[in-house]
């Protein structure tokens, strides 16, 4: 992970020279006299009154390495055998048990991953693309329950619905093996991810995650992350398995 | 690729359980008893367009072994995607060399080591995949690898010169009721089937989707690639809507076990 992660950033540097989809100017962007990103404009809305969350954005890259990187210690509130889990994975021990060691993502770390990812809006579901990874969720918005007793994934299912100005995101049926960080924090399959979307103005927004997984956790926890607007620009490709060299330098089973 | 028959059987078993793989696609019309009305007229978006959107997947167009289909049931096209051509394809000679190997001797195939399909192949594997068509942008989402390609419909050229990669840039534009989508800046080594076929970077797509009715797409595809062929050809693939489902999560990396076991490099 780490590997690719020094590398993917030194791609992406070198890559606007010659890819112009790269320095694309976004439609609909406000801008300044001098023609920049205003990123501090109002909130774009629909004929709805709701926020448009459409555009590329990019998380905080802290959550990723650590997602309880705002609490204190002895904030999250680990089951014994959870902690237990985590303190087994310090520094790197365990670093194979993480499924994105192999190239499959999952959710809920996808969500932290430091590149950009794009929200496009569509009637009755919404797409988040990722260029980590080259991946995708889908979050239905046409008004269907999850699903009682779904097959786990490793993206789980998701349905998304308006509170006010927020949109709340509800997941649930995802594969126990996925990590929540490089950290090593696990969860079980009883985990309920409540991500909470909340656009502050045209360039800011937080995502509330909230951790609702009674088997591996005491109660629930919450972490806001914060995620900014990538402006005039696209997705670029990431193939993990390509050249991929990490993973027999990885320790554990 | 061997990977398939336990792939096969994992959807399989998945079906059972998750529901959403037969939740009611909204909007399909239906004949009296409830079952999807194929044959009714391609829905259409506000501006008057065809709606490409849906899930899609291949035509049936090869027979099953006496011994009965496979679970993962190819079309020709995943072994040629030229066999409907009479002759072939136009192969220069180094492309015809790949193609006339036969395995294990023909290696190199990029699906063998779980890398991307490629846009072509995309169309002829037999895993699903859901076209969303939105003001500006078509995205299809691919089952296979869980991974997307996005199709710019909002007026902005092809990029000159850009990083090579494994689905290109593409830009489409209506003509009447075609869609027609130019892609370009793949990188080397893609083949668009299973016996090797080559596209490189000099390769240039064309392909002209419609939708004839709501249950089928027509997909002629042009390839230009004067470095893998000696001059253009077309095919023409049938897509078939999968009504009342939704895409699984499908990763070839998932407890791979075959790459130890493939020769070559």
Redesign the interface.
């Given at each position: 992970m780490f590997g690719r992660m020094i590398l993917a950033s030194t791609l992406f540097a070198a890559v606007p020279a010659s890819a112009q989809w790269f320095k694309i100017a976004t439609p609909g962007t406000p801008r300044t006299p001098d023609g920049r990103p205003n990123l501090t404009a109002p909130t774009p809305r629909g004929p709805d009154g709701k926020p448009i969350l459409n555009g590329i954005w990019q998380m905080n890259g802290k959550y990723l390495q650590n997602i309880a990187s705002d609490l204190k210690p002895g904030e999250v509130p680990y089951q014994p055998w959870e902690e237990q889990l985590f303190n087994s994975r310090q520094n790197g021990a365990g670093g194979r048990q993480d499924p994105a060691a192999k190239c499959i993502p999952g959710m809920p770390k996808l969500d932290a991953l430091p590149y950009p990812f794009k929200i496009i809006e569509s009637p009755g579901m919404v797409m988040m693309l990722f260029e980590g990874f080259t991946t995708f969720r889908q979050i239905f918005t046409d008004g269907r329950e999850l699903p009682k007793d779904p097959n786990p994934t490793w993206f789980g299912y998701s349905v998304g619905k308006w509170e006010g100005d927020d949109w709340v995101v509800n997941t649930t049926g995802i594969k126990e093996s996925t990590w929540l960080d490089n950290a090593g924090r696990g969860h079980s399959d009883a985990l309920h991810l409540i991500e909470r979307f909340q656009r502050h103005d045209f360039g800011h927004m937080d995502i509330l995650l909230t951790l609702d997984d009674p088997k591996a956790y005491t109660k629930p926890w919450t972490v806001k992350e914060d995620v900014r607007l990538i402006p005039d620009t696209e997705l670029l490709e990431y193939i993990c398995v390509e050249n991929e060299k990490d993973y027999e330098h990885l320790i554990g089973k | 690729m061997h990977g398939f028959l336990t792939i096969a059987m994992l959807v399989a078993?998945?079906s059972a359980?998750?529901?959403?793989l037969h939740?009611p696609t909204?909007g399909i019309p239906r004949t009296p008893d409830g079952k999807p009305n194929l044959s009714a007229p391609a829905p259409r978006t506000k501006d008057g367009k065809p709606d490409l959107?849906g899930v899609w997947e291949v035509l049936h167009n090869r027979p099953c072994p006496a011994n009965g289909c496979d679970d993962m049931w190819v079309p020709q096209e995943f072994f040629d995607i030229g066999w409907s051509l009479k002759g072939g394809l136009p192969y220069q000679p180094w492309a015809a060399e790949i193609v006339k190997r036969t395995p294990p001797n023909r290696s190199g195939d990029p699906n063998s080591?779980?890398?991307?399909t490629g846009i072509v192949r995309m169309y002829t594997t037999p895993l699903f995949r859901k076209i969303?068509q939105?003001p500006?942008?078509l995205?299809i989402?691919n089952e296979r690898?869980?991974?997307?390609r996005?199709i710019f419909t909002?007026g902005?050229p092809l990029?000159?010169?850009?990083?090579p990669?494994?689905?290109g840039?593409s830009t489409g534009k209506w003509e009447g009721d075609t869609l027609v989508i130019q892609s370009s800046g793949f990188r080397d080594g893609l083949w668009l089937d299973a016996n090797g076929s080559p596209l490189t970077g000099s390769g240039k797509i064309t392909e002209r989707i419609r939708r004839v009715n709501f249950g089928k797409l027509e997909i002629e595809i042009t390839v230009d690639d004067p470095k893998a062929y000696t001059k253009p050809w077309t095919v023409k693939l049938t897509q078939l809507l999968a009504p009342d489902t939704?895409?699984?999560?499908y990763?070839c990396?998932?407890n791979e076990k075959d790459g130890p076991h493939i020769v070559g490099k």
């Open positions: - | 078993a998945a359980s998750a529901q959403w939740y909204a959107s080591r779980c890398l991307p969303i939105t500006g942008l995205v989402l690898e869980v991974t997307y996005q909002d902005r990029p000159v010169d850009p990083q990669s494994w689905v840039y939704d895409l699984l999560d990763y990396v998932e």
